[in-house]
């Protein structure tokens, strides 16, 4: 059954460092998101992708983050300058009518 | 503003029993909802939708209940499994009716199931 992957599954670094997480979506879907979830709370949208733009982004979506779709199959997340507070799990998803998340990445911030 | 919550933050219950998951939304306008089974360290797995046009909708062992009149969603599981436990999370689609625009999830409720 196809699936979301996400690369790396945790990721340390330190405050002000650049990260970039990885996904690659399932093969025939068009749409993309990014979503992060703080230990122990719900899952907040980031940010929609669709034919190599931005479709929609929410307040925390600011401009220490970007999102790109370099090839085919890849659709990574960017942080420019990380801060304490972004700590949390980050998934991808992608969709041809149901949203399918990948597992996550962890990214602790320190 | 627009939400959408839980009732109850947890459930225990036995295998063997059935299991009644419920979420509370507010707006409205919203037409298509969505349940999600987080496991621990996993993303959130597709478990049913539903469209408002729709009261009901059944999947295996799944059921997805809409009352639009008090806004009110739920999932019952059949006969609840140890596999079963995790924390169940409802969203909300807010792109008109479509299922392609962000998921708005509620808080989540814990399922525990007892062998």
């Known amino acids: 059954e196809p699936e979301v992957t996400q690369t790396p599954s945790h990721q340390v670094t330190q405050m002000g460092q650049e990260v970039i997480l990885r996904c690659v979506p399932i093969?025939?879907?068009?749409?993309f998101y990014w979503y992060r979830q703080i230990l122990g709370q719900k899952v907040e949208f980031l940010v929609s992708f669709y034919n190599n733009e931005i479709s929609e982004k929410s307040e925390i979506f600011d401009d220490q983050f970007s999102v790109e779709r370099p090839d085919g199959s890849n659709f990574t997340l960017k942080i420019r300058s990380t801060k304490l507070e972004d700590s949390a799990m980050y998934f991808c998803?992608?969709?041809?009518?149901?949203?399918?998340f990948g597992p996550g990445t962890r990214l602790t911030v320190t | 503003g627009e939400s959408v919550g839980l009732h109850l933050p947890t459930l225990s219950v036995q295998e063997g029993d059935n299991s009644i998951i419920n979420c509370a939304y507010s707006?409205?306008?919203?037409?298509?909802f969505i349940w999600y089974k987080q496991e621990s360290g996993k993303g959130p797995q597709f478990i049913i939708d539903i469209r408002s046009n729709m009261d009901k909708r059944q999947g295996q062992r799944v059921t997805v209940l809409l009352n639009k009149t008090v806004k009110h969603l739920s999932l019952q599981i059949a006969a609840t499994q140890p596999g079963d436990s995790a924390v169940y999370f409802c969203?909300?689609?807010?792109?008109?009716?479509?299922?392609?625009?962000?998921?708005?999830f509620g808080q989540g409720t814990i399922l525990t199931v007892h062998p």
């Open positions: 093969s025939n879907h068009l749409y």
């Open positions: 998803a992608s969709s041809a009518g149901e949203q399918y």
């Open positions: 969203a909300e689609n807010k792109a008109g009716g479509t299922s392609y625009g962000k998921l708005t």
């Open positions: 707006n409205s306008a919203s037409d298509y």
